[in-house]
């Protein structure tokens, strides 16, 4: 588990708010974000897009602790709380800071990342599953990390790590229930060995016949509901009239 590293951010104070004005600010370069102190009073800011960029690319996390420095003015520890994402493109759009003290504990979640290939899955044809994403802890600032990292290489065919295996510093407090699995090891489903078989099966009996079929919904779907109908008609009527000549016959 590595330590967060303490960085300044320089941010500007800002009036404008809305939607229409987040949008501009992101047109000329800048993100909007919001700062609380700790009585819950909030400063509306603005974050130069491409140094805020960089900021979370040196970091796994993005829980930070930062100096923070509002229009030039003495920097103060705050919690990088929150960052919303563009849900396509991935870009920043949106960040929440907390002004904290160092001395006081908080509550938040670190993210738990998984190393290392299980023996059930490389051996065993196991599934290896990661259920628990994040950990809530409560920790003085200073104690916090960025990851947790959880080795999963010796898990056999149904093993599973639960919160309790976890290996974690006595600084942390762990909040998660200590039965809540972490990661584990399964078997794969009957069909989802069965599937693939049948398709294979399905696939080798009668190719010619499965295209045909194909090609005729196709054409149905591609067609107009008006002319499909008017097909439907006409086909109708010829076998009526063939059925008037042969009467006549």
């Known amino acids: ?44 800011v603005r974050l130069n897009r491409h140094d805020f960029e960089l900021l979370l690319h040196r970091h796994i996390s993005e829980s930070l602790i930062l100096d923070l420095s509002v229009d030039q003015g003495a920097p103060k520890k705050v ?26 504990k908080m509550r938040l979640n670190i993210g738990i990342k998984l190393t290392g290939e299980p023996v059930g899955v490389s051996q065993q044809g196991g ?18 990390v960025e990851e947790i990292l959880v080795d999963v290489s010796g898990l056999n065919l149904g093993d599973s790590i639960l919160v309790r295996d976890l290996r974690i510093d006595p600084k942390l407090q762990v909040l998660t229930p200590g039965d809540v699995a972490v990661a584990s090891v399964s078997a794969p489903r009957a069909e989802e060995v069965a599937a693939p078989e049948a398709a294979e099966a399905a696939a080798a009996a009668e190719p010619e016949l499965v295209g045909e079929k194909g090609k005729k919904e196709e ?31």
Not at 84 to 102: K, R, T, Y
Not at 130 to 144: A, F, T
Not at 232 to 246: V, W
Request: charged residues 35%; hydrophobic residues 30%; negative net charge.
């Open 127 to 144: 599934i290896l599953e990661h259920s628990l994403r994040q950990l809530e802890v409560e920790c003085l600032p200073g104690d916090l």
């Open 79 to 104: 919690l990088l709380k929150e960052v919303q994402h563009d849900p396509v493109h991935g870009e920043p759009l949106h960040a929440d800071f907390v002004e904290i003290s160092m001395t006081r």
């Open 1 to 44: 588990m590595s330590k967060i590293k303490e960085g300044v951010l320089a941010v500007e104070s800002r009036t404008g708010r809305g939607t229409a004005e987040s949008r501009r600010l992101r047109r000329t370069g800048w993100i909007p974000g919001v700062v609380y102190n700790e009585r819950g009073e909030s400063t509306l």
């Open 219 to 249: 054409a149905e779907e591609g067609a107009e509901p008006g002319k499909k109908e008017e097909g439907a008609k006409k086909e109708e009527g010829g076998k009526k009239e063939e059925g008037g000549r042969k009467g006549k016959g």
